[in-house]
Protein backbone atom coordinates (compact mmCIF):
# COMPACT_ATOMS: atom_id res chain seq x y z
CA UNK A 1 0.00 0.00 0.00
CA UNK A 2 1.16 3.17 -0.87
CA UNK A 3 -0.31 6.25 1.05
CA UNK A 4 0.76 9.95 0.16
CA UNK A 5 -0.70 12.99 1.58
CA UNK A 6 2.15 15.49 0.04
CA UNK A 7 -0.52 16.24 -2.59
CA UNK A 8 -3.98 15.49 -2.60
CA UNK A 9 -4.44 12.63 0.34
CA UNK A 10 -4.69 9.40 -1.69
CA UNK A 11 -4.12 5.94 -1.13
CA UNK A 12 -2.71 3.67 -4.28
CA UNK A 13 -2.87 -0.32 -4.52
CA UNK A 14 -0.35 -1.94 -6.72
CA UNK A 15 -0.25 1.58 -8.44
CA UNK A 16 -4.01 1.75 -8.62
CA UNK A 17 -5.93 4.23 -6.66
CA UNK A 18 -7.77 3.40 -3.80
CA UNK A 19 -11.13 4.47 -4.49
CA UNK A 20 -12.12 6.97 -1.52
CA UNK A 21 -14.51 9.83 -1.82
CA UNK A 22 -15.03 13.31 0.09
CA UNK A 23 -12.98 15.64 2.13
CA UNK A 24 -13.99 14.10 5.52
CA UNK A 25 -12.61 10.29 4.67
CA UNK A 26 -9.81 11.88 3.72
CA UNK A 27 -9.33 14.16 6.57
CA UNK A 28 -9.72 10.92 8.95
CA UNK A 29 -6.97 9.02 6.83
CA UNK A 30 -4.18 12.34 6.45
CA UNK A 31 -4.95 12.70 10.60
CA UNK A 32 -3.90 8.88 11.01
CA UNK A 33 -1.25 8.57 8.72
CA UNK A 34 0.37 11.83 10.42
CA UNK A 35 0.02 10.61 13.61
CA UNK A 36 2.75 8.03 12.98
CA UNK A 37 1.47 4.90 14.62
CA UNK A 38 0.08 7.41 17.31
CA UNK A 39 -3.69 7.39 18.92
CA UNK A 40 -5.89 10.21 17.14
CA UNK A 41 -8.10 10.77 19.86
CA UNK A 42 -11.93 11.13 18.73
CA UNK A 43 -11.47 15.15 19.82
CA UNK A 44 -8.96 16.16 17.93
CA UNK A 45 -10.62 14.02 14.70
CA UNK A 46 -13.77 16.47 15.79
CA UNK A 47 -11.41 19.61 15.93
CA UNK A 48 -9.82 18.34 12.31
CA UNK A 49 -13.41 17.75 10.43
CA UNK A 50 -15.97 20.37 12.39
CA UNK A 51 -13.56 22.69 13.99
CA UNK A 52 -15.08 24.09 17.29
CA UNK A 53 -18.79 23.24 16.65
CA UNK A 54 -18.63 19.20 16.02
CA UNK A 55 -22.34 17.99 15.72
CA UNK A 56 -23.93 16.06 18.13
CA UNK A 57 -23.32 12.80 16.32
CA UNK A 58 -19.60 13.47 15.49
CA UNK A 59 -18.50 10.20 17.37
CA UNK A 60 -21.21 7.99 15.19
CA UNK A 61 -19.81 10.25 11.85
CA UNK A 62 -16.21 9.68 12.74
CA UNK A 63 -17.16 5.20 13.63
CA UNK A 64 -18.82 5.81 9.47
CA UNK A 65 -15.91 7.39 8.60
CA UNK A 66 -13.39 4.92 9.77
CA UNK A 67 -15.81 2.12 8.34
CA UNK A 68 -15.39 3.38 5.04
CA UNK A 69 -11.60 3.19 5.68
CA UNK A 70 -11.65 0.09 6.68
CA UNK A 71 -13.82 -1.50 3.98
CA UNK A 72 -11.42 0.28 1.34
CA UNK A 73 -8.17 -0.48 2.76
CA UNK A 74 -8.61 -3.82 3.10
CA UNK A 75 -7.04 -6.41 5.73
CA UNK A 76 -3.42 -5.11 5.26
CA UNK A 77 -4.05 -1.87 7.13
CA UNK A 78 -5.01 -1.88 10.48
CA UNK A 79 -7.06 0.67 12.10
CA UNK A 80 -7.72 -0.12 16.07
CA UNK A 81 -9.98 1.19 17.90
CA UNK A 82 -7.41 2.28 21.08
CA UNK A 83 -9.11 4.57 23.55
CA UNK A 84 -9.16 7.62 23.44
CA UNK A 85 -9.73 7.30 19.32
CA UNK A 86 -8.36 5.24 17.01
CA UNK A 87 -4.58 4.19 15.51
CA UNK A 88 -3.60 3.18 11.90
CA UNK A 89 -1.30 0.16 11.63
CA UNK A 90 0.32 -0.07 8.64
CA UNK A 91 4.08 -1.36 8.72
CA UNK A 92 4.75 -2.66 5.17
CA UNK A 93 3.24 0.72 3.70
CA UNK A 94 4.83 3.16 2.28
CA UNK A 95 4.00 7.15 3.63
CA UNK A 96 5.21 9.71 1.23
CA UNK A 97 5.63 11.85 4.25
CA UNK A 98 7.91 9.41 6.22
CA UNK A 99 9.60 8.66 3.19
CA UNK A 100 10.50 12.70 2.61
CA UNK A 101 11.45 12.90 5.99
CA UNK A 102 14.16 10.37 5.74
CA UNK A 103 15.62 11.56 2.71
CA UNK A 104 15.86 15.10 4.50
CA UNK A 105 17.19 14.14 7.21
CA UNK A 106 20.15 12.00 5.06
CA UNK A 107 20.23 15.13 2.81
CA UNK A 108 21.12 17.51 5.57
CA UNK A 109 23.74 15.43 7.43
CA UNK A 110 25.39 14.86 4.09
CA UNK A 111 25.89 18.46 3.65
CA UNK A 112 26.73 19.06 6.68
CA UNK A 113 29.55 16.80 6.40
CA UNK A 114 31.04 18.33 3.13
CA UNK A 115 29.06 15.68 0.97
CA UNK A 116 27.34 18.10 -1.54
CA UNK A 117 27.31 15.69 -4.58
CA UNK A 118 25.04 13.39 -2.31
CA UNK A 119 23.19 16.16 -0.50
CA UNK A 120 22.21 17.44 -3.92
CA UNK A 121 21.28 14.15 -5.02
CA UNK A 122 19.01 13.15 -1.94
CA UNK A 123 17.63 16.60 -1.37
CA UNK A 124 16.21 16.26 -4.79
CA UNK A 125 15.00 12.62 -4.41
CA UNK A 126 13.09 14.12 -1.49
CA UNK A 127 11.66 17.10 -2.86
CA UNK A 128 10.58 14.97 -5.56
CA UNK A 129 7.94 13.00 -3.29
CA UNK A 130 5.97 16.28 -3.60
CA UNK A 131 3.23 16.34 -5.88
CA UNK A 132 1.95 19.82 -5.59
CA UNK A 133 0.39 21.24 -2.48
CA UNK A 134 -0.03 18.76 0.37
CA UNK A 135 -3.54 18.06 2.25
CA UNK A 136 -5.14 19.44 -0.61
CA UNK A 137 -8.51 17.94 -0.36
CA UNK A 138 -8.99 17.42 3.32
CA UNK A 139 -11.21 20.18 5.61
CA UNK A 140 -9.90 24.04 6.33
CA UNK A 141 -9.26 22.49 9.89
CA UNK A 142 -6.72 19.70 9.06
CA UNK A 143 -5.44 21.84 6.62
CA UNK A 144 -4.89 25.23 9.45
CA UNK A 145 -3.11 22.48 11.80
CA UNK A 146 -0.81 20.50 9.68
CA UNK A 147 0.01 22.39 6.45
CA UNK A 148 2.52 25.33 8.03
CA UNK A 149 4.69 22.82 8.98
CA UNK A 150 5.07 20.79 6.12
CA UNK A 151 5.69 23.90 3.93
CA UNK A 152 8.20 24.87 6.10
CA UNK A 153 9.98 21.43 6.08
CA UNK A 154 9.45 21.54 2.22
CA UNK A 155 11.19 24.93 2.11
CA UNK A 156 13.92 23.94 4.34
CA UNK A 157 14.87 20.52 2.23
CA UNK A 158 14.92 23.14 -1.15
CA UNK A 159 17.17 25.68 0.64
CA UNK A 160 19.31 23.19 1.69
CA UNK A 161 19.31 21.52 -1.98
CA UNK A 162 20.21 24.84 -3.71
CA UNK A 163 23.36 25.18 -1.09
CA UNK A 164 24.11 22.03 -2.88
CA UNK A 165 23.71 23.13 -5.79
CA UNK A 166 25.93 26.22 -4.72
CA UNK A 167 29.04 24.42 -3.70
CA UNK A 168 29.27 22.25 -6.39
CA UNK A 169 29.41 24.93 -8.76
CA UNK A 170 25.83 24.98 -10.45
CA UNK A 171 25.21 28.70 -10.08
CA UNK A 172 23.66 29.13 -13.68
CA UNK A 173 21.67 26.24 -13.24
CA UNK A 174 20.06 28.12 -10.22
CA UNK A 175 19.82 31.68 -10.67
CA UNK A 176 16.51 31.84 -12.49
CA UNK A 177 14.86 28.98 -10.06
CA UNK A 178 16.01 31.04 -7.50
CA UNK A 179 14.41 34.17 -9.02
CA UNK A 180 11.07 32.94 -8.88
CA UNK A 181 11.54 32.04 -5.37
CA UNK A 182 12.85 35.45 -4.10
CA UNK A 183 9.69 37.03 -5.61
CA UNK A 184 7.46 34.42 -4.13
CA UNK A 185 8.59 34.47 -0.69
CA UNK A 186 10.33 37.79 -0.64
CA UNK A 187 11.33 37.57 3.22
CA UNK A 188 12.99 34.20 3.27
CA UNK A 189 16.41 36.00 3.85
CA UNK A 190 18.07 33.05 2.82
CA UNK A 191 16.56 32.05 -0.71
CA UNK A 192 17.58 35.88 -0.99
CA UNK A 193 21.17 35.57 0.20
CA UNK A 194 21.59 32.36 -2.36
CA UNK A 195 20.13 34.01 -5.46
CA UNK A 196 23.44 37.41 -4.70
CA UNK A 197 25.59 34.49 -4.48
CA UNK A 198 24.46 32.81 -7.71
CA UNK A 199 24.36 36.35 -9.36
CA UNK A 200 27.32 37.31 -7.97
CA UNK A 201 29.30 34.29 -9.46
CA UNK A 202 27.31 34.57 -12.84
CA UNK A 203 29.44 38.19 -13.18
CA UNK A 204 26.20 39.90 -12.09
CA UNK A 205 27.75 41.84 -9.07
CA UNK A 206 25.47 45.07 -9.84
CA UNK A 207 22.20 42.90 -9.45
CA UNK A 208 23.36 40.76 -6.66
CA UNK A 209 23.42 44.09 -4.55
CA UNK A 210 19.91 45.30 -5.93
CA UNK A 211 19.11 42.03 -4.61
CA UNK A 212 20.04 42.90 -1.02
CA UNK A 213 18.63 46.52 -1.29
CA UNK A 214 15.05 45.48 -2.36
CA UNK A 215 15.07 42.45 0.43
CA UNK A 216 16.03 45.26 2.80
CA UNK A 217 13.10 47.56 2.09
CA UNK A 218 10.70 44.67 1.78
CA UNK A 219 11.90 43.49 5.20
CA UNK A 220 11.16 47.05 6.50
CA UNK A 221 8.39 47.72 5.25
CA UNK A 222 6.76 44.16 5.76
CA UNK A 223 8.12 43.35 9.03
CA UNK A 224 9.79 46.51 10.46
CA UNK A 225 13.12 45.01 10.95
CA UNK A 226 16.89 44.74 9.01
CA UNK A 227 18.67 42.39 7.30
CA UNK A 228 20.13 39.60 9.62
CA UNK A 229 23.24 38.49 9.89
CA UNK A 230 22.96 35.86 7.38
CA UNK A 231 22.16 38.14 4.63
CA UNK A 232 23.94 40.69 5.94
CA UNK A 233 27.47 39.33 5.72
CA UNK A 234 26.91 37.82 2.15
CA UNK A 235 25.78 41.63 1.21
CA UNK A 236 29.45 42.50 2.80
CA UNK A 237 30.87 39.58 0.82
CA UNK A 238 29.58 40.95 -2.56
CA UNK A 239 31.11 44.43 -1.90
CA UNK A 240 34.29 43.01 -0.61
CA UNK A 241 34.32 40.37 -3.54
CA UNK A 242 34.90 37.36 -1.68
CA UNK A 243 32.14 34.96 -3.13
CA UNK A 244 33.49 33.61 -6.02
CA UNK A 245 33.39 29.51 -6.51
CA UNK A 246 36.49 28.24 -4.48
CA UNK A 247 34.69 24.83 -3.10
CA UNK A 248 36.02 22.09 -4.88
CA UNK A 249 33.35 18.76 -5.65
CA UNK A 250 35.59 16.96 -3.42
CA UNK A 251 35.27 19.82 -0.58
CA UNK A 252 38.08 20.80 1.42
CA UNK A 253 37.09 20.81 5.19
CA UNK A 254 37.62 23.80 7.43
CA UNK A 255 40.37 23.28 10.29
CA UNK A 256 38.57 24.25 12.88
CA UNK A 257 34.95 22.68 12.71
CA UNK A 258 31.96 24.41 13.80
CA UNK A 259 28.95 21.68 13.95
CA UNK A 260 27.01 23.35 17.10
CA UNK A 261 23.55 23.47 16.49
CA UNK A 262 21.16 27.21 16.57
CA UNK A 263 21.09 28.25 19.78
CA UNK A 264 16.92 27.74 20.49
CA UNK A 265 16.97 31.10 22.59
CA UNK A 266 16.60 32.26 25.98
CA UNK A 267 17.04 30.00 28.63
CA UNK A 268 14.35 30.10 31.44
CA UNK A 269 15.27 29.11 35.23
CA UNK A 270 18.52 27.90 34.43
CA UNK A 271 20.80 30.66 35.25
CA UNK A 272 23.01 28.85 37.84
CA UNK A 273 23.44 25.77 35.88
CA UNK A 274 24.60 27.78 33.17
CA UNK A 275 26.86 29.92 35.38
CA UNK A 276 28.58 26.47 36.67
CA UNK A 277 29.26 25.09 32.99
CA UNK A 278 30.80 27.88 32.21
CA UNK A 279 33.13 27.76 34.81
CA UNK A 280 34.15 24.78 34.32
CA UNK A 281 34.40 25.06 30.35
CA UNK A 282 36.67 28.14 30.83
CA UNK A 283 40.65 27.98 30.54
CA UNK A 284 41.86 24.32 31.19
CA UNK A 285 43.08 23.92 34.90
CA UNK A 286 44.88 21.00 34.73
CA UNK A 287 41.71 18.80 35.22
CA UNK A 288 39.91 16.47 32.35
CA UNK A 289 36.70 18.57 32.19
CA UNK A 290 34.20 15.63 31.48
CA UNK A 291 30.86 17.49 32.67
CA UNK A 292 27.63 15.54 32.26
CA UNK A 293 23.98 17.60 31.92
CA UNK A 294 21.39 14.88 32.87
CA UNK A 295 17.44 14.60 33.44
CA UNK A 296 14.42 13.16 32.11
CA UNK A 297 13.29 13.73 28.77
CA UNK A 298 12.12 16.87 27.99
CA UNK A 299 14.02 18.86 30.56
CA UNK A 300 16.33 20.66 28.43
CA UNK A 301 19.54 19.06 28.50
CA UNK A 302 20.54 19.94 25.15
CA UNK A 303 19.65 23.52 25.17
CA UNK A 304 21.55 24.10 27.99
CA UNK A 305 24.63 22.42 26.65
CA UNK A 306 24.14 24.30 23.58
CA UNK A 307 24.15 27.78 25.44
CA UNK A 308 26.63 27.03 27.35
CA UNK A 309 29.18 25.44 24.30
CA UNK A 310 28.19 28.39 22.33
CA UNK A 311 29.32 30.94 24.83
CA UNK A 312 32.53 29.17 25.79
CA UNK A 313 33.58 28.67 22.29
CA UNK A 314 36.65 31.34 22.37
CA UNK A 315 38.19 29.09 25.16
CA UNK A 316 38.54 26.33 22.02
CA UNK A 317 39.77 28.01 19.11
CA UNK A 318 40.36 24.57 17.48
CA UNK A 319 36.61 23.95 16.88
CA UNK A 320 33.55 22.65 18.16
CA UNK A 321 32.23 19.11 17.85
CA UNK A 322 28.71 18.08 17.87
CA UNK A 323 27.43 14.13 17.93
CA UNK A 324 23.85 13.09 18.59
CA UNK A 325 24.24 9.79 19.76
CA UNK A 326 20.93 7.95 19.71
CA UNK A 327 17.91 7.67 16.85
CA UNK A 328 15.15 9.43 17.00
CA UNK A 329 13.61 6.30 18.11
CA UNK A 330 15.89 6.00 20.96
CA UNK A 331 17.92 3.39 19.77
CA UNK A 332 21.95 3.78 20.38
CA UNK A 333 23.89 4.65 17.20
CA UNK A 334 26.95 2.70 17.19
CA UNK A 335 30.18 4.48 18.46
CA UNK A 336 32.09 3.79 15.20
CA UNK A 337 29.41 5.66 13.06
CA UNK A 338 29.61 8.37 15.19
CA UNK A 339 33.60 8.77 15.02
CA UNK A 340 33.26 8.36 11.26
CA UNK A 341 31.58 11.63 11.39
CA UNK A 342 33.67 13.37 13.67
CA UNK A 343 36.80 12.72 11.85
CA UNK A 344 35.33 14.12 8.70
CA UNK A 345 34.94 17.25 10.42
CA UNK A 346 38.40 16.72 11.55
CA UNK A 347 39.59 16.27 8.58
CA UNK A 348 40.80 12.95 7.93
CA UNK A 349 40.73 11.77 4.41
CA UNK A 350 39.47 8.47 3.20
CA UNK A 351 36.34 8.56 4.84
CA UNK A 352 34.17 9.45 2.02
CA UNK A 353 32.26 5.88 2.62
CA UNK A 354 33.86 5.12 -1.37
CA UNK A 355 35.89 2.61 0.82
CA UNK A 356 35.07 -0.09 3.39
CA UNK A 357 35.58 1.99 6.72
CA UNK A 358 38.59 1.42 8.99
CA UNK A 359 37.62 -1.19 11.90
CA UNK A 360 36.95 0.40 15.45
CA UNK A 361 40.15 0.07 17.22
CA UNK A 362 41.74 1.90 14.42
CA UNK A 363 38.91 5.17 14.38
CA UNK A 364 39.76 5.54 17.80
CA UNK A 365 43.13 5.46 16.91
CA UNK A 366 42.77 8.42 14.45
CA UNK A 367 40.20 10.28 16.42
CA UNK A 368 42.67 10.36 19.69
CA UNK A 369 45.39 11.46 17.18
CA UNK A 370 43.61 14.11 15.84
CA UNK A 371 42.62 15.53 18.75
CA UNK A 372 46.04 15.24 20.57
CA UNK A 373 47.22 18.88 21.48
CA UNK A 374 44.57 20.55 20.31
CA UNK A 375 41.92 22.88 22.49
CA UNK A 376 38.62 21.59 21.16
CA UNK A 377 35.34 21.47 23.01
CA UNK A 378 33.18 17.99 22.10
CA UNK A 379 29.51 17.78 23.05
CA UNK A 380 27.78 14.74 22.78
CA UNK A 381 24.26 14.88 22.82
CA UNK A 382 21.77 12.06 24.35
CA UNK A 383 24.49 9.41 25.39
CA UNK A 384 22.95 5.86 26.24
CA UNK A 385 25.51 4.98 28.47
CA UNK A 386 29.47 4.96 29.54
CA UNK A 387 29.91 2.14 27.25
CA UNK A 388 29.06 4.26 23.96
CA UNK A 389 30.85 7.64 25.29
CA UNK A 390 34.12 6.11 25.98
CA UNK A 391 35.91 5.55 22.14
CA UNK A 392 34.31 9.33 22.14
CA UNK A 393 36.65 10.82 24.82
CA UNK A 394 39.25 13.03 22.69
CA UNK A 395 42.77 12.61 24.06
CA UNK A 396 44.55 15.20 26.54
CA UNK A 397 43.21 17.65 29.20
CA UNK A 398 42.88 20.92 26.35
CA UNK A 399 39.59 19.65 25.32
CA UNK A 400 36.71 19.41 26.94
CA UNK A 401 33.46 17.04 26.65
CA UNK A 402 30.16 18.24 27.34
CA UNK A 403 27.67 15.28 27.79
CA UNK A 404 23.96 15.39 27.94
CA UNK A 405 21.96 12.14 29.01
CA UNK A 406 19.30 10.78 30.77
CA UNK A 407 21.46 8.82 32.59
CA UNK A 408 24.18 9.25 35.22
CA UNK A 409 27.43 7.98 33.83
CA UNK A 410 30.18 6.34 35.76
CA UNK A 411 33.00 8.31 34.07
CA UNK A 412 31.62 12.09 35.11
CA UNK A 413 32.06 12.65 38.84
CA UNK A 414 29.05 14.07 41.25
CA UNK A 415 31.11 17.93 41.05
CA UNK A 416 30.90 17.80 37.38
CA UNK A 417 27.09 16.86 36.79
CA UNK A 418 24.72 18.79 36.23
CA UNK A 419 21.25 17.68 37.05
CA UNK A 420 18.21 19.17 35.71
CA UNK A 421 15.17 19.70 38.19
CA UNK A 422 11.53 20.94 37.03
CA UNK A 423 10.77 24.59 36.18
CA UNK A 424 9.32 26.22 39.33
CA UNK A 425 5.70 27.64 38.31
CA UNK A 426 6.91 31.31 37.40
CA UNK A 427 9.62 30.03 35.44
CA UNK A 428 7.25 28.29 33.90
CA UNK A 429 4.65 31.20 33.52
CA UNK A 430 7.59 33.00 31.85
CA UNK A 431 8.52 30.48 29.09
CA UNK A 432 4.44 30.69 28.10
CA UNK A 433 4.45 33.98 28.16
CA UNK A 434 7.81 34.45 26.25
CA UNK A 435 6.15 32.35 23.43
CA UNK A 436 2.14 33.46 23.58
CA UNK A 437 2.52 36.98 25.26
CA UNK A 438 2.28 38.00 29.14
CA UNK A 439 -1.26 39.90 28.48
CA UNK A 440 -2.59 36.86 27.01
CA UNK A 441 -2.10 34.76 29.59
CA UNK A 442 -3.26 37.72 32.54
CA UNK A 443 -6.31 37.75 29.96
CA UNK A 444 -7.29 34.94 32.39
CA UNK A 445 -4.81 34.45 35.29
CA UNK A 446 -6.58 30.80 36.54
CA UNK A 447 -6.28 29.26 33.14
CA UNK A 448 -2.50 30.68 32.93
CA UNK A 449 -2.20 28.78 35.79
CA UNK A 450 -3.64 25.94 35.21
CA UNK A 451 -1.91 25.49 32.13
CA UNK A 452 1.78 25.99 33.91
CA UNK A 453 0.04 23.14 36.61
CA UNK A 454 -0.23 20.55 33.82
CA UNK A 455 2.60 21.04 32.02
CA UNK A 456 4.49 20.18 35.42
CA UNK A 457 7.29 22.19 34.74
CA UNK A 458 8.56 20.73 31.80
CA UNK A 459 10.22 22.81 29.26
CA UNK A 460 9.05 20.36 26.41
CA UNK A 461 5.75 20.57 27.43
CA UNK A 462 6.07 24.46 28.06
CA UNK A 463 7.38 24.57 24.71
CA UNK A 464 4.24 22.23 22.96
CA UNK A 465 1.88 24.51 24.61
CA UNK A 466 3.63 27.73 23.44
CA UNK A 467 3.74 26.72 20.18
CA UNK A 468 0.38 25.87 20.09
CA UNK A 469 -0.86 28.92 21.62
CA UNK A 470 0.98 30.65 18.95
CA UNK A 471 -0.50 28.77 16.51
CA UNK A 472 -3.92 29.70 18.00
CA UNK A 473 -3.42 33.27 18.28
CA UNK A 474 -7.64 33.64 18.78
CA UNK A 475 -8.37 30.71 21.13
CA UNK A 476 -8.89 31.71 24.55
CA UNK A 477 -5.99 30.65 27.17
CA UNK A 478 -8.59 29.04 29.12
CA UNK A 479 -9.93 26.59 26.01
CA UNK A 480 -6.25 25.11 25.96
CA UNK A 481 -6.72 24.50 29.70
CA UNK A 482 -9.91 22.90 29.19
CA UNK A 483 -8.46 20.49 27.14
CA UNK A 484 -5.27 19.96 28.94
CA UNK A 485 -7.79 18.99 32.28
CA UNK A 486 -7.90 15.38 31.31
CA UNK A 487 -5.29 13.23 32.43
CA UNK A 488 -6.76 10.74 30.17
CA UNK A 489 -5.82 12.81 27.13
CA UNK A 490 -3.10 15.57 28.21
CA UNK A 491 -0.09 13.71 26.50
CA UNK A 492 -2.07 13.35 23.53
CA UNK A 493 -2.90 17.44 23.61
CA UNK A 494 1.20 18.03 24.37
CA UNK A 495 2.03 17.43 20.80
CA UNK A 496 2.55 19.85 18.16
CA UNK A 497 4.95 19.11 15.10
CA UNK A 498 7.86 17.58 16.24
CA UNK A 499 7.45 18.35 19.46
CA UNK A 500 5.76 15.63 21.41
CA UNK A 501 6.32 14.66 25.06
CA UNK A 502 4.94 11.16 24.80
CA UNK A 503 7.18 10.51 22.35
CA UNK A 504 10.22 12.00 23.91
CA UNK A 505 9.23 9.74 26.83
CA UNK A 506 9.38 6.24 24.95
CA UNK A 507 13.14 6.11 24.46
CA UNK A 508 13.89 6.16 28.35
CA UNK A 509 10.67 3.37 28.40
CA UNK A 510 12.86 1.55 26.10
CA UNK A 511 16.19 1.68 27.79
CA UNK A 512 14.99 0.17 30.53
CA UNK A 513 14.62 -3.78 31.42
CA UNK A 514 11.09 -5.65 31.09
CA UNK A 515 10.42 -5.74 34.90
CA UNK A 516 11.41 -2.00 35.10
CA UNK A 517 8.82 -0.80 32.71
CA UNK A 518 6.30 -3.53 34.46
CA UNK A 519 6.99 -1.46 37.63
CA UNK A 520 6.55 1.29 36.48
CA UNK A 521 3.14 0.86 35.09
CA UNK A 522 2.08 -1.15 38.17
CA UNK A 523 3.29 1.55 40.47
CA UNK A 524 1.39 4.37 38.63
CA UNK A 525 -1.65 3.91 40.91
CA UNK A 526 0.23 5.50 43.28
CA UNK A 527 -0.05 8.81 42.03
CA UNK A 528 2.93 11.54 43.03
CA UNK A 529 2.90 11.26 46.48
CA UNK A 530 6.33 10.09 47.29
CA UNK A 531 6.61 6.45 48.40
CA UNK A 532 9.38 4.02 49.94
CA UNK A 533 10.80 0.77 48.55
CA UNK A 534 9.15 -1.13 51.26
CA UNK A 535 5.70 0.36 49.92
CA UNK A 536 6.64 -0.66 46.41
CA UNK A 537 7.97 -4.17 47.24
CA UNK A 538 4.03 -4.43 49.50
CA UNK A 539 2.52 -3.27 46.28
CA UNK A 540 5.06 -5.36 44.21
CA UNK A 541 4.71 -8.74 46.48
CA UNK A 542 8.29 -8.46 46.14
CA UNK A 543 11.17 -8.27 48.73
CA UNK A 544 12.21 -4.65 49.94
CA UNK A 545 15.52 -5.22 48.38
CA UNK A 546 14.72 -5.91 44.57
CA UNK A 547 11.98 -3.42 45.10
CA UNK A 548 14.86 -1.07 45.72
CA UNK A 549 17.42 -2.05 43.22
CA UNK A 550 14.30 -1.96 40.34
CA UNK A 551 13.46 1.92 41.60
CA UNK A 552 17.18 2.66 41.56
CA UNK A 553 17.23 1.56 38.03
CA UNK A 554 14.24 3.56 37.08
CA UNK A 555 15.88 6.80 38.91
CA UNK A 556 18.63 6.08 36.93
CA UNK A 557 17.15 5.91 33.45
CA UNK A 558 15.33 9.61 35.02
CA UNK A 559 11.38 7.54 34.86
CA UNK A 560 11.61 8.47 38.50
CA UNK A 561 12.69 10.80 40.72
CA UNK A 562 14.19 11.11 43.85
CA UNK A 563 12.28 12.83 46.94
CA UNK A 564 14.20 12.92 49.89
CA UNK A 565 14.62 10.38 53.14
CA UNK A 566 11.78 9.27 55.22
CA UNK A 567 12.08 9.09 58.69
CA UNK A 568 14.40 6.10 59.00
CA UNK A 569 16.77 7.85 56.33
CA UNK A 570 15.81 5.79 53.49
CA UNK A 571 15.19 7.11 50.28
CA UNK A 572 11.47 8.00 48.74
CA UNK A 573 10.49 8.29 45.24
CA UNK A 574 8.16 9.92 43.42
CA UNK A 575 6.75 10.37 39.76
CA UNK A 576 6.94 13.31 37.48
CA UNK A 577 3.46 14.58 36.65
CA UNK A 578 4.22 13.67 33.12
CA UNK A 579 5.87 10.25 33.86
CA UNK A 580 2.83 9.38 35.72
CA UNK A 581 0.63 10.13 32.86
CA UNK A 582 2.64 7.70 30.58
CA UNK A 583 3.25 4.92 32.81
CA UNK A 584 -0.46 4.65 33.23
CA UNK A 585 -0.90 4.57 29.69
CA UNK A 586 1.64 1.96 29.12
CA UNK A 587 -0.76 -1.01 28.78
CA UNK A 588 -2.07 1.09 25.83
CA UNK A 589 -0.80 3.34 23.94
CA UNK A 590 3.14 2.32 23.72
CA UNK A 591 3.03 -1.84 24.93
CA UNK A 592 3.66 -2.96 21.29
CA UNK A 593 6.14 0.31 20.53
CA UNK A 594 8.08 -0.36 24.13
CA UNK A 595 7.90 -3.97 23.90
Not at 107 to 128: C, I, M, P, V
Request: proline share 6%.
Amino acid sequence: MDFRILGPVEARRGGERVALSGSKVHTVLAALLLARGRVVSDARLGALLWGWDPPVTAGAQIYTYISRLRKHLGDEIEIIRRQPGYVLRAPAARIDVVEFERLDRLGREALQDGRHAEAQALLTEALGCWRGSALSNVTEFLLDAELPQLEEARMFALENRIEADLALGRHEQVTAELTGLVAEFPVRERLRAQLMTALYRCGRQADALHTYYEGRKVLVDQLGVNPGDALGATYQAVLGGELGFSVPSSPALPDAPAMLPADEGELVGRDGELAALRSRLGPPDGRPRRLLVTGMAGMGKTALAVRAAADCAEHFPDGQLFAELCRPDGAAKDAGEVLIRLLRALGEPGLDGAGPAPDRDELVRLYRARTAGKRLLVVLDDAAGDLQVAPLMPAGTQCAVLITSRSRMARVTGADTVALASLDDDEALAVLAAAAGRDRLLADPDAADDLVAYCGGLPLALAVMGARLVARPHWPVRRFAERMADPRTRLAELSFGDLDVRRALLPSARRTTPQGRETLAALAGWGTEPFSAREAGTRLSLPEETAERLLESLVDGALLDLSGLDPQGLPLYRYHELVLLYAASMGTHDATAVG
